[in-house]
């Protein structure tokens, strides 16, 4: 029997502000969106919590944060990963470094892990998956942590931070050598991760799209890439956003986060999608096989 081309569609920094918000639930009411993944310390988290009651088909993962945002834990507890007011590390190669030569860090990074996940728990909403901001959760420091508490906790899925580079730059050359840099570094991460995750019988996507062409998933991105779609589980993370101040302290500033909430929302797209026999699914349903 040939094995079905099926496709999650998800939206980092669900909470980050309300203009991000608004555009998750948008894209996934009127568009193509199944799951969200959230910032539980994000400006908007409350917002974005009730706003998730509200449409309980979307599935909602944890977007852990380790760099570029405020902490769930007071500083005094956390002192080597956050400012005075909480905020952590803007630049996540340093963090990434700092938690592997800062003596005592990993103890520190533990406690900030469970305690964000502990914060989602507590919203009452299903967790669907984990990931990362800027893909922080694929350091191994931080891959064991999430393995070691997952039956606790109840993880049941991971997103697996690996994009297949030759279809990456088949579909977009733009940047090329950074995308060939990427490629490599999260190709080596992903091979120390795998068969960990495979070990602890935690679901994660065969293959993933959006780290790459992170900010900008247009149309035409999208449209190129359904159509090069293979069989399997995919997953497509995108940054959709109505632009308010916060996001934009937050988003780099060539992030196309409209047009990418235009490509989720377009009804071309969608009949693209059932044309080719591709079926939309969330982590919800992977992680229940």
Same mark, same amino acid.
């Given at each position: ?27 996934? *009411? ?20 009730? =706003? ?5 088909? &979307? ?17 005094? %507890? ?10 952590? *590390? ?36 299903? &967790? ?12 191994? %420091?931080?891959?064991?942590?999430? &393995? ?25 050359? $733009? ?42 998933? %247009? ?42 909430? *235009?490509? =989720? ?13 591709? $079926? &939309? ?9």
């Amino acid at each position: 029997m040939t094995e079905r081309k099926r496709l999650i569609v998800s939206a980092d920094d669900f909470g980050m502000s309300p203009g991000v918000n608004a555009a998750i639930v948008e894209a996934h *009411r009127d568009g193509i969106l199944t799951d969200a993944s959230l910032m539980v310390s994000g400006a908007a988290a409350d917002e974005a919590v009730e =706003l998730a009651r509200a449409v309980p088909r &979307l599935s909602v993962g944890l977007h852990l944060v380790l760099a570029q945002g405020r902490a769930t834990l007071p500083p005094r %507890t956390i002192p080597d990963l956050v400012d005075g007011d909480g905020f952590f *590390r803007n630049q996540p190669i340093r963090a990434a470094l700092g938690y592997f030569f800062t003596p005592g860090v990993r103890a520190q990074v533990q406690r900030e892990v469970e305690a964000q996940i502990e914060k989602f728990l507590a919203t009452g909403l299903p &967790l669907s998956h984990v990931d990362g901001h800027v893909n922080i959760h694929m350091h191994p %420091t931080i891959v064991n942590i999430l &393995l070691a508490v997952a039956d606790r906790y109840g993880i049941r899925a991971l997103r697996l931070t690996r994009e297949p580079l030759r279809m990456a730059l088949r579909l977009n050359r $733009e940047h090329a050598p950074r995308k060939v840099a990427e490629g490599l570094t999260f190709s080596a991460l992903s091979a120390y991760a795998r068969p960990r995750i495979g070990a602890r019988n935690l679901s994660c996507p065969d293959r993933l799209f959006g780290l790459h062409q992170s900010g900008h998933i %247009t149309e035409v991105y999208l449209s190129q890439l359904l159509s090069l779609l293979t069989q399997g589980v995919t997953e497509l993370y995108c940054h959709p956003a109505h632009l308010d101040d916060e996001a934009r302290r937050w988003r780099p500033p060539d992030y196309e986060s409209e047009a990418e909430l *235009r490509a =989720l929302t377009s009804p071309r797209i969608a009949e693209q999608i059932r044309a080719l026999g591709i $079926e &939309l699914m969330s982590y919800r349903d992977l992680a229940s096989g």
